[in-house]
């Protein structure tokens, strides 16, 4: 039966099972219902509208904000045999008129329009004249004011179901957030549509924070151990720094491009489309970049900077690991970070209720960045789902770190803030601890006299500096940022000050063994990996399209398993459909034949 949905998955895809709530959902649609998906990235969503609009007769119209991404998956759908096309602002008005016919003919499976678009009365003329299998709306969150992305022109979709009675409707996005939920569906008009809500794990990803020493140094001994050769994401704050950090890389025999707003428009997009075409380019980047990269094989993402909430953290580290597949998201942060952000926050504008929110944010990222707990856990927490056991594929559980009781010393601490009277920075305040007088002022004042000078020669600059870092993280003492990032006291402070509660701090540096994670990862100098990969990209320049549109990492990593011998044992491997199979099977099939000779 040639629009089973199992037929379709194996046929066209080439994947030999549904994965997560894909059979529900697409079941939902082919049967005429509405549905709204929340689903991390990574986690299929467009399948549950793809295959449905195969199953289904007519055309499905899928409306996507981001031109990339459409261009995307229309070219990634035209290597499945499928018939899809988009309509937007690119399109010269030849191209356009060609389009439509095809639509109007029904000689089209998908179509991909741009919300601008589908609300132009003539569009939707068009479509009412057309069999049309269902809407699909793509980064639904995009209708929300309360998200991070809104978009006009989505609040017009409203029609639809006016204009479109009869026709289902999905509705997707990544965001968790329940109050982005409510309002899709209020403004959709999705009040009938079943929910599918998935864990927001992204089980493949592996979590790591260390603390910042040489963070260059540190990011390159990363790359190098783990990385040598993969494509990735490096997220920097300013754009200066962007600049610095591409070139430095580069300097020390890396592939690494820069990319940041501050650039023109044209060399932006040169600079995606390199980064999608090329299997192993790091791009160095502001968090400018990353909406709308859809590549499934982004092996790695790098934070130099903190973030400003988990959400961002979880947002950008999700562009890491689409296929699946085993990767890492890498942060350095230390006490500068802590103090950047702290004082980017105290400076901002807005209402007070809306620093306060921001605020909390920041520090639900600082608890993140400095407990001892799972992390994994900790995201999962916070975003209010149930977290389970312990993922094991984290630093905190693979490395568990040690805490110490910093009662004393962070009184010490707490009572040199105080007795130098609330205005002095960090340097400053660990040399009167340690009893050092390199900063004139320290005899100037007189505070070589006080009791608390060289009280603390026990611990290490960095030791003290970590000690720091986490009563500001902790908002055990708040920063003033008008007198030069002089710390004060707090009343969060004063149990501790008066000796009533014990204060247990991470204790930093001790990552002495490093952990590599390559799991189930071929080794880069396989001869067999390499002559795949070498294909792959042969066809790719061919045809002008990135490489993993011919196939995924997976899939060629699924042939390197199971070595296939003939075109029949190659049409099982996850990922070889059969159109594929036909277009190139025989290419890979003879690399395949060549290894074993
Ligand atoms: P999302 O849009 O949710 O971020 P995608 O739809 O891009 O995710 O899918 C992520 C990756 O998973 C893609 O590479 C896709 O081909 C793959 N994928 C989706 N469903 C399956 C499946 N059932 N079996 C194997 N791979 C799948
Ligand atoms: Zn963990």
Known sequence: MPDNPLHILRSVFGYQEFRGQQRQIIGRLIGGGDALVLMPTGGGKSLCYQIPALARPGVGVVISPLIALMEDQVSALRQLGVKAAYLNSTLNAEQNRDIEQRLMQGDLDLLYIAPERLNNPRTLSMLSNCRIALFAIDEAHCVSQWGHDFRADYLQLSILPEQFPDTPRIALTATAEPRTREEIVQRLGLQQAEIYISSFDRPNIRYRIVQKQNPRQQLLRFIRTEHLGDAGIVYCMSRKKVEETADWLNAQGLNALAYHAGMDNQVRRQRQHKFLMEDSLIMVATIAFGMGIDKPNVRFVAHLDLPKSIEAYYQETGRAGRDGQAANAWMAYGLQDVLALREMLSNGTGSEAHKRLERHKLDAMLGLC?????RRQTVLQYFGEAAGEHCGNCDAC???AATWDASLPAQQALSAIYRTGQRFGVGYLIDVLRGKIADPRVQQFGHDKLQVFGIGKTLDEDQWRSLFRQLVAKSLVDVDFNQYGGLRLNENCRPILRGEQTLMLRRDGQAAKYYVNTANR??????????????????????????????HDSTLMAMLAAKPQTLNQLSRVNGVGEYKLKAYGAEFLEILLGAMR
């Open 370 to 374: 400095e407990t001892v707990d799972c």
């Open 398 to 400: 693979l490395e568990p």
């Open 522 to 551: 071929p080794k880069s100098d396989d001869p067999l990996w390499q002559a795949l990969r070498g294909k792959r990209k042969e066809i790719a320049e061919r045809l002008d399209i990135p490489p993993y549109q011919i196939f």
